[in-house]
């Protein structure tokens, strides 16, 4: 996941993250490392997702627009 956040976090430190999709009913609240950073832009690996996290996340992904 890419992230624009208003801080910057170093580069391998694990951050909480709680987002809404459109396709799942409530947030996903989820645990993430930052394997890239750019001054605010931060790209996140998610760590443990439940196997209803990942199923939403792919389903979300899936129906994205191909660009």
Known sequence: MGAVLTQEIAKD??????FLLPNFPVPLLVRSIV????????????LGLTEEQQTAI????????LT
Do not use: I, K, N
């Not at 394997?35 to 998610?46: D, N, P, Q, T, V």
């Not at 792919?58 to 627009?65: F, K």
């Open 58 to 65: 792919d389903s979300y992904c899936a129906a994205l627009p």
């Open 13 to 18: 430190e694990v951050l909480s993250l709680e």
């Open 35 to 46: 394997r890239y950073r750019r001054g605010f832009l931060h790209g996140l690996e998610f």
